[in-house]
């Protein structure tokens, strides 16, 4: 006997007896070569497990060679600095080398001396590039 209610519906937690029209279903064991089944599944597995290793091996090979990468890039920094180091120190050698002071000290350890002002020569360019002198 179903009770109805207005504000609850409980005809939904009382048992029914199966209709004539009611469909039952039946677990029907599906008969596969299971050697067949086992085979497919032992490949599928060695499948993944080969794509896995494969991926594996590729990313340690690619933190192998960022590492080599990197230790090179630091090796040619620190030859970087040392030759800059190096340039900076034979720039200042060459700068004292030629100062004004010591090209004037050797001058005149050969014996030479500055010229006079009636020493010097003008010449003046009237038409464009060539010069000529007296």
């Given at each position: 006997?179903?009770?109805?209610?207005?504000?609850?519906?409980?005809?939904?937690?009382?048992?029914?007896?199966?209709?004539?029209?009611?469909?039952?279903?039946?677990?029907?064991?599906?008969?596969?070569?299971?050697?067949?089944?086992?085979?497919?599944?032992?490949?599928?597995?060695?499948?993944?497990?080969?794509?896995?290793?494969?991926?594996?091996?590729?990313?340690?090979?690619?933190?192998?060679?960022?590492?080599?990468?990197?230790?090179?890039?630091?090796?040619?920094?620190?030859?970087?600095?040392?030759?800059?180091?190096?340039?900076?120190?034979?720039?200042?050698?060459?700068?004292?080398?030629?100062?004004?002071?010591?090209?004037?000290?050797?001058?005149?350890?050969?014996?030479?001396?500055?010229?006079?002002?009636?020493?010097?020569?003008?010449?003046?360019?009237?038409e464009g590039d060539r010069v000529?002198?007296?």
């Amino acid at each position: 006997m179903v009770r109805e209610n207005l504000a609850y519906d409980f005809s939904r937690f009382e048992e029914r007896k199966p209709s004539e029209h009611s469909v039952q279903l039946k677990l029907v064991e599906k008969k596969n070569n299971s050697k067949k089944a086992m085979a497919k599944s032992v490949w599928a597995n060695l499948l993944v497990f080969v794509a896995v290793a494969v991926f594996v091996v590729a990313l340690l090979f690619s933190y192998m060679r960022s590492n080599e990468l990197s230790s090179a890039i630091r090796a040619a920094e620190k030859q970087n600095h040392e030759l800059t180091s190096q340039n900076t120190l034979l720039q200042v050698e060459i700068d004292r080398t030629f100062s004004m002071k010591t090209v004037s000290e050797l001058a005149e350890d050969y014996g030479m001396v500055k010229a006079e002002k009636y020493q010097y020569k003008y010449f003046t360019v009237a038409e464009g590039d060539r010069v000529d002198a007296e």
